[in-house]
Protein backbone atom coordinates (compact mmCIF):
# COMPACT_ATOMS: atom_id res chain seq x y z
CA UNK A 1 0.00 0.00 0.00
CA UNK A 2 1.04 3.43 -0.43
CA UNK A 3 1.53 6.08 2.04
CA UNK A 4 2.12 9.50 2.03
CA UNK A 5 3.05 11.81 5.07
CA UNK A 6 3.24 15.34 5.25
CA UNK A 7 4.76 16.63 8.66
CA UNK A 8 3.71 20.32 8.50
CA UNK A 9 -0.25 20.77 9.45
CA UNK A 10 0.43 24.62 8.91
CA UNK A 11 3.41 27.04 7.70
CA UNK A 12 3.90 30.81 7.51
CA UNK A 13 5.54 32.53 4.85
CA UNK A 14 6.25 36.35 4.12
CA UNK A 15 4.94 37.87 1.19
CA UNK A 16 7.48 37.30 -1.98
CA UNK A 17 9.81 34.92 0.22
CA UNK A 18 9.99 31.13 -0.84
CA UNK A 19 8.46 28.30 1.15
CA UNK A 20 9.27 24.63 1.02
CA UNK A 21 6.54 22.24 1.87
CA UNK A 22 7.88 18.65 3.04
CA UNK A 23 6.55 15.11 1.74
CA UNK A 24 7.44 11.93 2.06
CA UNK A 25 6.09 9.27 0.52
CA UNK A 26 6.42 4.97 0.60
CA UNK A 27 5.86 2.55 -2.06
CA UNK A 28 7.56 -0.45 -3.28
CA UNK A 29 6.38 0.00 -6.88
CA UNK A 30 8.89 1.45 -8.89
CA UNK A 31 6.14 2.79 -11.06
CA UNK A 32 4.84 5.71 -9.45
CA UNK A 33 3.74 9.54 -10.47
CA UNK A 34 3.68 12.72 -7.61
CA UNK A 35 1.54 14.92 -7.50
CA UNK A 36 0.91 18.43 -5.70
CA UNK A 37 -2.61 20.05 -5.44
CA UNK A 38 -3.66 23.40 -4.27
CA UNK A 39 -7.08 23.35 -1.87
CA UNK A 40 -8.18 27.03 -1.90
CA UNK A 41 -10.80 27.97 0.98
CA UNK A 42 -13.23 27.93 -1.81
CA UNK A 43 -12.84 23.97 -1.87
CA UNK A 44 -11.21 23.12 -5.22
CA UNK A 45 -9.22 21.14 -6.00
CA UNK A 46 -6.32 22.86 -8.06
CA UNK A 47 -3.65 20.48 -9.74
CA UNK A 48 -0.27 22.26 -9.58
CA UNK A 49 2.61 20.17 -10.55
CA UNK A 50 3.84 16.47 -11.34
CA UNK A 51 6.62 13.86 -11.47
CA UNK A 52 6.86 10.84 -12.78
CA UNK A 53 9.42 8.25 -10.48
CA UNK A 54 11.29 7.85 -13.59
CA UNK A 55 11.33 11.49 -14.88
CA UNK A 56 15.53 12.43 -14.62
CA UNK A 57 14.84 16.20 -13.85
CA UNK A 58 12.84 17.89 -11.39
CA UNK A 59 9.74 19.42 -12.39
CA UNK A 60 8.73 23.10 -12.65
CA UNK A 61 5.35 24.82 -13.55
CA UNK A 62 6.04 29.10 -13.36
CA UNK A 63 6.71 29.61 -9.59
CA UNK A 64 6.00 26.20 -8.53
CA UNK A 65 9.09 23.22 -8.25
CA UNK A 66 8.99 20.05 -7.22
CA UNK A 67 12.53 19.02 -4.92
CA UNK A 68 12.30 15.06 -6.32
CA UNK A 69 14.84 12.86 -4.14
CA UNK A 70 14.16 9.38 -5.04
CA UNK A 71 16.76 7.54 -2.73
CA UNK A 72 14.85 9.57 0.35
CA UNK A 73 11.18 9.20 -0.71
CA UNK A 74 10.52 12.95 -0.66
CA UNK A 75 8.82 15.06 -2.90
CA UNK A 76 8.88 18.34 -1.41
CA UNK A 77 7.06 21.62 -3.29
CA UNK A 78 8.55 24.85 -3.78
CA UNK A 79 6.80 28.28 -4.27
CA UNK A 80 8.78 31.07 -5.40
CA UNK A 81 7.92 34.55 -4.51
CA UNK A 82 5.11 33.89 -2.42
CA UNK A 83 1.66 35.33 -3.37
CA UNK A 84 -1.10 36.41 -0.89
CA UNK A 85 -3.80 34.36 -3.09
CA UNK A 86 -1.02 30.78 -2.01
CA UNK A 87 -2.49 31.27 0.84
CA UNK A 88 -4.19 27.08 0.64
CA UNK A 89 -4.20 23.78 1.61
CA UNK A 90 -1.44 21.92 0.19
CA UNK A 91 -1.94 18.16 -0.65
CA UNK A 92 0.58 16.32 -1.57
CA UNK A 93 -0.75 12.68 -3.82
CA UNK A 94 0.61 9.64 -5.39
CA UNK A 95 -0.59 7.44 -7.83
CA UNK A 96 1.04 4.02 -9.35
CA UNK A 97 0.82 3.61 -13.16
CA UNK A 98 -0.28 0.38 -12.78
CA UNK A 99 -4.02 -0.63 -11.93
CA UNK A 100 -6.60 2.20 -11.31
CA UNK A 101 -3.92 5.05 -10.79
CA UNK A 102 -6.42 6.14 -7.69
CA UNK A 103 -4.41 9.35 -5.70
CA UNK A 104 -3.81 8.67 -2.36
CA UNK A 105 -3.19 11.80 -0.27
CA UNK A 106 -1.37 13.01 2.51
CA UNK A 107 -2.85 15.24 5.13
CA UNK A 108 -2.03 18.29 3.96
CA UNK A 109 -0.38 21.53 5.40
CA UNK A 110 -2.19 24.55 5.78
CA UNK A 111 0.07 27.66 3.93
CA UNK A 112 -0.74 31.15 5.24
CA UNK A 113 1.57 33.94 3.32
CA UNK A 114 1.48 37.27 5.68
CA UNK A 115 1.89 40.51 3.98
CA UNK B 1 -13.20 24.05 -22.18
CA UNK B 2 -15.53 23.06 -19.59
CA UNK B 3 -14.32 22.03 -16.47
CA UNK B 4 -15.62 18.42 -14.28
CA UNK B 5 -19.18 19.81 -12.79
CA UNK B 6 -20.94 18.14 -10.12
CA UNK B 7 -24.19 18.78 -8.55
CA UNK B 8 -25.79 19.33 -6.16
CA UNK B 9 -23.32 21.86 -4.77
CA UNK B 10 -24.94 21.31 -0.90
CA UNK B 11 -27.14 18.60 -0.40
CA UNK B 12 -28.86 18.39 2.98
CA UNK B 13 -30.64 15.11 4.21
CA UNK B 14 -32.21 13.20 6.95
CA UNK B 15 -30.51 10.34 8.34
CA UNK B 16 -31.89 7.07 6.80
CA UNK B 17 -32.79 9.02 3.34
CA UNK B 18 -31.09 7.95 -0.03
CA UNK B 19 -29.19 10.39 -1.55
CA UNK B 20 -27.81 10.48 -5.37
CA UNK B 21 -24.42 13.21 -6.28
CA UNK B 22 -24.05 13.40 -9.87
CA UNK B 23 -21.05 13.98 -11.88
CA UNK B 24 -19.84 15.14 -15.72
CA UNK B 25 -16.22 14.67 -16.20
CA UNK B 26 -14.22 16.62 -19.09
CA UNK B 27 -14.89 15.14 -22.05
CA UNK B 28 -12.72 13.00 -23.45
CA UNK B 29 -11.41 12.20 -20.05
CA UNK B 30 -12.09 7.93 -20.05
CA UNK B 31 -11.25 7.87 -16.13
CA UNK B 32 -13.47 8.69 -13.62
CA UNK B 33 -13.02 8.74 -10.12
CA UNK B 34 -14.95 9.28 -6.72
CA UNK B 35 -13.30 10.91 -3.38
CA UNK B 36 -14.38 11.72 -0.30
CA UNK B 37 -12.99 14.78 1.74
CA UNK B 38 -13.92 14.50 5.51
CA UNK B 39 -12.09 16.29 8.63
CA UNK B 40 -11.46 12.83 10.47
CA UNK B 41 -10.50 10.95 7.34
CA UNK B 42 -8.61 13.47 4.68
CA UNK B 43 -9.23 12.47 1.22
CA UNK B 44 -10.14 8.80 0.16
CA UNK B 45 -10.61 7.13 -2.87
CA UNK B 46 -14.04 5.36 -3.26
CA UNK B 47 -14.45 4.07 -6.58
CA UNK B 48 -12.79 4.64 -10.54
CA UNK B 49 -14.30 3.87 -13.52
CA UNK B 50 -12.13 3.43 -17.11
CA UNK B 51 -13.81 3.40 -20.03
CA UNK B 52 -16.58 0.38 -19.84
CA UNK B 53 -14.65 -1.93 -17.41
CA UNK B 54 -15.63 -2.89 -14.61
CA UNK B 55 -15.24 -0.28 -11.89
CA UNK B 56 -12.45 -0.80 -9.09
CA UNK B 57 -14.90 -0.29 -5.87
CA UNK B 58 -12.42 -1.06 -3.84
CA UNK B 59 -12.53 2.36 -1.84
CA UNK B 60 -16.48 2.01 -1.36
CA UNK B 61 -16.45 2.04 2.66
CA UNK B 62 -19.80 -0.31 2.95
CA UNK B 63 -22.37 -1.81 0.98
CA UNK B 64 -24.96 1.38 1.11
CA UNK B 65 -22.44 2.51 -1.42
CA UNK B 66 -22.54 2.28 -5.18
CA UNK B 67 -21.83 3.96 -8.27
CA UNK B 68 -22.75 3.65 -11.60
CA UNK B 69 -21.42 5.43 -14.63
CA UNK B 70 -23.77 5.65 -17.77
CA UNK B 71 -22.59 5.81 -21.81
CA UNK B 72 -18.69 6.04 -20.57
CA UNK B 73 -19.64 9.71 -19.05
CA UNK B 74 -21.95 11.08 -16.35
CA UNK B 75 -21.40 8.91 -12.49
CA UNK B 76 -24.03 8.94 -10.26
CA UNK B 77 -22.63 8.08 -6.63
CA UNK B 78 -25.57 6.60 -4.71
CA UNK B 79 -25.59 6.37 -0.80
CA UNK B 80 -28.53 4.47 0.75
CA UNK B 81 -29.61 4.71 4.45
CA UNK B 82 -27.06 7.56 5.02
CA UNK B 83 -25.45 7.97 8.33
CA UNK B 84 -24.26 10.93 10.12
CA UNK B 85 -20.82 9.15 9.43
CA UNK B 86 -21.13 9.80 5.53
CA UNK B 87 -21.48 13.89 6.09
CA UNK B 88 -18.44 14.84 3.93
CA UNK B 89 -17.95 16.86 0.56
CA UNK B 90 -17.67 14.32 -2.33
CA UNK B 91 -15.10 14.99 -4.91
CA UNK B 92 -14.95 13.87 -8.54
CA UNK B 93 -11.83 13.82 -10.60
CA UNK B 94 -11.73 12.50 -14.40
CA UNK B 95 -8.62 11.95 -16.28
CA UNK B 96 -6.88 10.76 -19.43
CA UNK B 97 -6.51 7.74 -17.70
CA UNK B 98 -4.13 5.99 -20.77
CA UNK B 99 -2.61 2.93 -19.62
CA UNK B 100 0.93 3.25 -18.60
CA UNK B 101 1.33 6.82 -18.05
CA UNK B 102 0.23 8.43 -14.88
CA UNK B 103 -2.25 11.55 -15.52
CA UNK B 104 -3.31 14.85 -13.29
CA UNK B 105 -6.66 14.31 -12.03
CA UNK B 106 -9.14 17.30 -12.87
CA UNK B 107 -11.70 17.54 -9.87
CA UNK B 108 -14.92 19.19 -9.61
CA UNK B 109 -15.72 21.49 -7.16
CA UNK B 110 -17.79 18.70 -5.21
CA UNK B 111 -21.05 18.18 -3.45
CA UNK B 112 -21.23 19.17 0.39
CA UNK B 113 -23.35 16.09 1.82
CA UNK B 114 -24.90 16.54 5.94
CA UNK B 115 -26.93 14.11 7.16
CA UNK B 116 -28.84 15.72 10.21
Known amino acids: AQKITQTQPGMFVQEKEAVTLDCTYD???????LFWYKQPSSGEMIFLIY??????QNATEGRYSLNFQKARKSANLVISASQLGDSAMYFC????????????FGSGTQLTVLP | GAGVSQSPSNKVTEKGKDVELRCDPI?????LYWYRQSLGQGLEFLIY????????KSGLPSDRFSAERTGGSVSTLTIQRTQQEDSAVYLC??????????????FGPGTRLTVT
Open chain 2, 93 to 106: ASSLGLAGKAYEQY
Open chain 1, 27 to 33: TSDPSYG
Open chain 1, 51 to 56: QGSYDQ
Open chain 1, 93 to 104: AMTLVRGARQLT
Open chain 2, 27 to 31: SGHTA
Open chain 2, 49 to 56: FQGNSAPD
